[in-house]
């Protein structure tokens, strides 16, 4: 069965708007969680990662917020622009061990100018 | 310092043929994991490699399978080919296990 559910399966968003991605887990031995952004033709390019031991990250316009409690995490894509139109996915391990990745569905963005 | 390579990018077999596909890891990595890619079940891990051994195996058939050799690069091999393995491969490495896995451009398999 699918480990994380990630939702919506896409969303279109004006430019200049937010997108928020959600994905859930129920592997409480989950402790890494990336998410990658994918291009038709391309592989998934690592976007941003958060391990447990903090409720938020932000890289440039992207932000990762964690829920622990709640076993569940998000991204959010600020002032989204027509070239962050892609499909993404999020993903989880258990880094300390057994490492592969778990992945959400994905999530197909589509930015409209 | 370049990527992830595979090869071949695109393939097209039939069914019952077998194919095997090749891995170039980031340079100074040393653990490679591959991925199945479909529309339908979305993105499945297949097999993950340190050190020339296999370390960890998603629940494929034994048809699928995989090595790595002394430089890091990896193959895999999938024997018997069903219309259902038609998909996205896709190669990540990663400096040592645990680590943030980098993904190559794929090849897209298509079985006739």
């Known amino acids: 069965q699918q480990q994380v559910k990630q939702s919506p399966q896409s969303l279109i968003v004006q430019k200049g708007g937010i997108s928020i991605i959600n994905c859930a887990y129920e592997n409480t031995a989950f402790d890494y969680f990336p998410w990658y952004q994918q291009f038709p033709g391309k592989g998934p390019a690592l976007l941003i990662a958060?391990?447990?031991?903090?409720s938020e990250k932000k890289e440039g316009r992207f932000t990762i917020s964690f829920n622990k409690s709640a076993k569940q995490f998000s991204l959010h894509i600020m002032d989204s622009q027509p070239g962050d139109s892609a499909t993404y996915f999020c993903?989880?391990?258990?880094?300390?061990?057994?490492?592969?990745?778990?992945f959400g569905a994905g999530t197909t963005v589509t930015v409209r100018a | 310092k370049a990527g992830v390579t595979q090869t071949p990018r695109y393939l097209i077999k039939t069914r019952g043929q077998q194919v095997t596909l090749s891995c170039s890891p980031i340079s100074g990595h040393r653990s490679v994991s591959w991925y199945q890619q479909t529309p339908g079940q979305g993105l499945q891990f297949l097999f993950e490699?340190?050190?020339?051994?296999?370390?960890n195996k998603g629940n494929f058939p034994g048809r699928f399978s995989g090595r790595q050799f002394s430089n890091s690069r990896s193959e895999m091999n999938v024997s018997t080919l069903e219309l259902g393995d038609s998909a996205l491969y896709l190669c990540a490495s990663s400096r040592v296990e645990g680590d943030t896995q980098y993904f190559g451009p794929g090849t897209r398999l298509t079985v006739l």
């Open positions: 993903a989880a391990s258990r880094a300390s061990n057994d490492y592969k990745l778990s």
């Open positions: 958060i391990r447990p031991d903090v």
């Open positions: 490699y340190f050190s020339e051994t296999q370390r």
